[in-house]
Every structure is written in C-alpha cells, then in structure tokens.
C-alpha cells in the first residue's frame, strides 16, 4: 500500500507543479530581447525543494521533485509545446535532484550557504539543458534569452534566501518532531 503523502508535501508538489507548468507557459512570452517571463517564475521552484530539504530531508525532497515533475510535465503538454514540455522536463529533474544533492551535502554549513549555491548550480544545469533543448535550431535569441534567465535566477537565488529563512523556521516551528535541521 502506497504511503500517504502529508499535507505540507502535499503542498510542496502543488506549489511546484503550478511553478514548472506556468513558468513553461511563461518561457514562450518573451519581455525583451533577453529575458522571458519564465524567468521570474521558475526560480521558486529551487525554493520548494530547498525549504523541502531542510525540513523533511532530501528523501521528501527527491519525492515532491519526481511527483511535482510528473504533474507538471503532464500539464506542461497542456500549456506548452511538446519540445518545451520535454526541454523542461529534462533540464527540472536533473536541475532539481542537482539541487536536492548539493544542499544535503551543505547542510551543516551557515544557513543561507546550502539553499544559494544548491540553486545557483541547479540554474547552471537548469539553464543549458533548458534552453539548449527547448530553442536550439529555431530561429530566435535563445542564447540571449538562456544569459538573462540565468542572470535573473542568480538574483532570484539571493532574494528568496530570506524567504527560505522564514519558511524553515515558520515550518520547523509548527512541526518540530518532523524536522531533520
């Protein structure tokens, strides 16, 4: 029998799964000739598996990575084309499970360190794979448009540091038995 999934992950995979199937809406509209709309959106995306990681641990964190990539890939077909669907699917798990792999191992650090360079090098890999997979052949500024994402989820990385913060505490206070840091 299948274990039941608690109602603040539950909430991690809902949150994640309307954060990929949006910002893969989001990336086909482009603001300028080197950013999308995508790229405000998807850096939340870091912030739920981060908060989930500190809290739960990596292995509910792994768990809303694949349950909120399968939601969203699915729902993804929906709002995007099929190559942005399979670009995203591709660059989001790899990114993520990055994400999940690099904050455990910097957990014991300064609090801010594990969530800020989990995501710096999770947007790295999100990034290239990304916007190699979804644009490369067509005839649009996918470069340019990859060097702004990236730029904006470096600084997306910074301002949900403090984010993070208030999450963790607010959730490890509500829910102390269950905290793993």
Same mark, same amino acid.
């Given at each position: 029998?299948?274990?039941?999934?608690?109602?603040?992950?539950?909430?991690?995979?809902?949150?994640?799964?309307?954060?990929?199937?949006?910002? $893969?809406?989001?990336?086909?509209?482009?603001? $300028?000739?080197?950013? +999308?709309?995508?790229?405000?959106?998807?850096?939340?995306?870091?912030?739920?598996?981060?908060?989930? $990681?500190?809290?739960?641990?990596?292995?509910?964190?792994?768990?809303?990575?694949?349950?909120?990539? +399968?939601?969203?890939?699915?729902?993804?077909?929906?709002?995007?084309?099929?190559?942005?669907?399979?670009?995203?699917?591709?660059?989001?798990?790899?990114?993520?499970?990055?994400?999940?792999?690099?904050? $455990?191992?910097?957990?014991?650090?300064?609090?801010?360190?594990?969530?800020?360079?989990?995501?710096?090098?999770?947007?790295?890999?999100? +990034?290239?794979?990304?916007?190699?997979?979804?644009?490369?052949?067509?005839?649009?500024?996918?470069? +340019?448009?990859?060097?702004?994402?990236?730029?904006?989820?470096?600084?997306?990385?910074?301002?949900?540091?403090?984010?993070?913060?208030?999450?963790?505490?607010?959730?490890?206070?509500?829910?102390?038995?269950?905290?793993?840091?």
């Amino acid at each position: 029998m299948p274990a039941r999934i608690s109602a603040p992950l539950f909430v991690a995979v809902s949150v994640m799964t309307v954060v990929v199937a949006a910002s $893969n809406y989001l990336v086909q509209l482009p603001i $300028n000739d080197w950013l +999308t709309w995508g790229a405000l959106t998807y850096p939340v995306a870091f912030l739920v598996t981060d908060v989930t $990681n500190r809290v739960h641990g990596p292995a509910r964190a792994r768990m809303v990575v694949y349950a909120g990539f +399968t939601c969203a890939v699915l729902l993804s077909f929906l709002l995007a084309s099929p190559r942005i669907a399979l670009a995203s699917g591709t660059a989001f798990l790899c990114a993520q499970l990055l994400d999940v792999l690099v904050f $455990n191992r910097l957990r014991d650090r300064v609090w801010w360190m594990p969530p800020f360079v989990s995501t710096v090098l999770g947007s790295i890999v999100d +990034t290239s794979l990304f916007f190699s997979l979804a644009f490369a052949g067509k005839d649009l500024p996918w470069v +340019t448009w990859a060097l702004g994402d990236f730029g904006v989820k470096l600084a997306m990385g910074l301002v949900l540091v403090a984010p993070f913060r208030a999450l963790v505490s607010l959730m490890l206070a509500s829910t102390p038995s269950q905290a793993t840091r």
